[in-house]
């Protein structure tokens, strides 16, 4: 079982963004998966809290936006897009397939960050003065 | 308290990705092809790598192996009866090898005083296939003891690899192996894929695989 490797490294590039911005704590992390990244949702989600610790991501929700497998279909000159169980042959003519356009995502997107009103503030301040 | 987005947009293994990339760089620079092997527990690496080195050293490569394992060293003693230098890596609880991991391991060995180096990864079907590790191959074993749909079980790992291996091929008749429904699993998942039908056992098929690594080193040292 990887995912508990995984869930470590999502939480502290969550938290190190986290901190650079001087948030109080992170809210939401999303998170875009891809259907043939080789990770078990259910397993990431029950890995997420374990690596969060004591960390600024401790208690926040993890939010999974899934990525479908898509090819490229060198015969029809056509994106594809594949459903499970992944059979790398183009849907429409059947052809083999051999690039993969997406689906092995493991990608944090954003993170949703709570900051003070003193923290937003001073940003606030820095940008409308730099 | 408010609520802001901080746009991030970074793969989450990040880290191994680059430092695999570095690797990458660092293999090429020195010549030397990097074969990442990959499989179920049991399905033959270690017997494909003995029966491998020991041919390629007979034909004057110089090779070196990295050998993965949660734990014990047996397999890298095998390893090292070929003469070949081999360096163990146990990795405790972890089901993959990871770049850093591999980096560690290859302090001291100067690359450049390699042909090839295999990398034999933790037993894992799942686990090894999201980590990058710089090789320039990377090949998985089914052997004809498991199930013929295997490939198909598994495609993240399966489609991950460049080539494939069906190994312990002398024992296809005694387990009524189906070779035509392994090969049209593999080519299902991974179309892109040489395959060799091998034994390391009787030595089948070793030689055509090894001529097939000898030709990608070649092409590695062209683009060079």
């Known amino acids: 079982m990887h995912e508990l490797s995984i869930a470590y490294s999502l939480v502290e590039i969550a938290d190190e963004a986290a901190r650079k911005a001087g948030a109080a704590r992170v809210r939401t992390v999303h998170l875009r998966l891809g259907a043939m990244a080789g990770v078990v949702e259910d397993a990431l989600r029950f890995s997420f809290p374990i690596a969060a610790g004591d960390t600024l991501v401790a208690g926040a929700e993890l939010a999974i936006e899934p990525v479908a497998v898509q090819v490229f279909c060198d015969v029809c000159a056509q994106s594809r897009v594949l459903a499970a169980p992944f059979v790398f042959r183009c849907p429409v003519c059947e052809q083999p397939v051999f690039t993969l356009?997406?689906?092995r995502e493991i990608q944090?997107?954003?993170?949703?960050?709570?900051?003070?009103?003193?923290?937003?503030?001073?940003?606030?301040?820095?940008?409308?003065?730099? | 308290m408010k609520p802001r987005i901080l746009e991030l947009r970074q793969a989450v293994l990040d880290k191994n990705d680059q430092l695999a990339h570095a690797l990458r760089g660092q293999f090429e620079a020195a010549g030397v092809l990097v074969v990442n092997l990959v499989s179920s527990p049991g399905a033959g690496k270690t017997a494909l790598l003995e029966e491998t080195l020991r041919r390629m050293q007979a034909r004057g490569w110089r090779v070196a192996?990295?050998?993965?394992?949660?734990?014990?060293e047996n397999d890298a003693r095998r390893l090292a009866r070929s003469g070949a230098p081999v360096r163990q890596i146990e990795t405790g609880a972890l089901c993959h090898l990871e770049a850093d991991l591999v980096a560690r391991r290859l302090e001291g060995w100067r690359l450049d005083e390699f042909d090839f180096l295999f990398i034999e990864n933790v037993g894992n079907l799942v686990c090894p296939s999201d980590y990058d590790l710089g090789e320039a191959v990377r090949a998985?074993?089914?052997?004809?003891?498991?199930?013929?749909?295997?490939?198909?079980?598994?495609?993240?790992?399966?489609?991950?690899?460049?080539?494939?291996?069906?190994?312990?091929i002398d024992l296809?008749?005694?387990?009524?192996?189906?070779?035509?429904?392994?090969?049209?699993?593999?080519?299902?998942?991974?179309?892109?894929a040489a395959i060799f039908e091998t034994s390391a056992r009787t030595g089948a098929g070793i030689d055509d695989?090894?001529?097939?690594?000898?030709?990608?080193?070649?092409?590695?040292?062209?683009n060079a």
Do not use: C, M
């Open chain 2, 172 to 192: 296809a008749a005694a387990v009524e192996f189906d070779r035509n429904a392994a090969l049209a699993s593999l080519q299902a998942v991974a179309p892109h």
């Open chain 2, 209 to 222: 695989w090894i001529e097939y690594l000898a030709a990608r080193r070649r092409d590695l040292n062209r």
């Open chain 1, 108 to 130: 944090i997107e954003s993170i949703e960050i709570e900051e003070s009103e003193a923290e937003s503030e001073k940003r606030l301040y820095e940008t409308a003065h730099s």
């Open chain 2, 65 to 72: 192996a990295i050998v993965g394992d949660l734990a014990t």
């Open chain 2, 140 to 168: 998985v074993l089914l052997a004809v003891t498991e199930g013929e749909d295997k490939p198909r079980k598994y495609p993240p790992l399966f489609h991950s690899a460049d080539l494939a291996l069906l190994t312990k």
């Open chain 1, 101 to 103: 356009l997406q689906g």
